[in-house]
């Protein structure tokens, strides 16, 4: 699996298995739950477990924001929260999905993807996505 990145803000956990994108500053213990998830085959709803259920008290509209890819035999699983896009490139077709404006998180499933790209949109920020040739490659 090829991983192309820009260094930037966002933390990145990446795997053959899994990707998880959250804000620079993220909970040291959310880092570490969802890093032991994406390398060692967890699925996207322990993913979504660990980042809702961190503290006591947690409610939605305290959730930070977070993109989370699990992809197995049986498809790609995703969600993402905030300004965080997420384009999954299938044989066929193309999914698209943004966090931004939405209450709790986005989710989907589709089959086994061609291609994967995970995104902060820097909403507000006056930047731009990075294209993919324009960071480096990390080879798993």
């Given at each position: 699996m090829r991983i192309d990145y820009r260094p930037g803000e966002w933390l990145a956990l990446a795997s053959p298995s899994g990707l998880a994108l959250l804000e620079g500053g993220a909970d040291p213990s959310l880092v570490r739950s969802?890093?032991?998830?994406?390398?060692?085959?967890?699925?996207?709803?322990?993913?979504?477990?660990?980042?809702?259920?961190?503290?006591?008290?947690?409610?939605?509209?305290?959730l930070p924001p977070f993109?989370?890819?699990?992809?197995?035999?049986?498809?790609?699983?995703?969600?993402?929260?905030?300004?965080?896009?997420?384009?999954?490139e299938l044989a066929e077709a193309k999914v698209c999905m943004s966090g931004a404006g939405v209450a709790s998180w986005r989710e989907e499933h589709t089959a086994v993807p061609v291609a994967v790209t995970v995104t902060p949109e820097a909403v507000g920020r006056g930047r731009r996505a990075a294209k993919p040739t324009e960071g480096r490659t990390l080879e798993l």
């Open positions: 969802l890093w032991s998830l994406v390398s060692g085959g967890g699925t996207l709803g322990e993913g979504l477990e660990a980042v809702s259920s961190r503290r006591p008290g947690t409610t939605l509209s305290s993109a989370l890819v699990f992809v197995d035999d049986a498809g790609a699983h995703f969600a993402c929260r905030g300004p965080v896009g997420i384009v999954v």
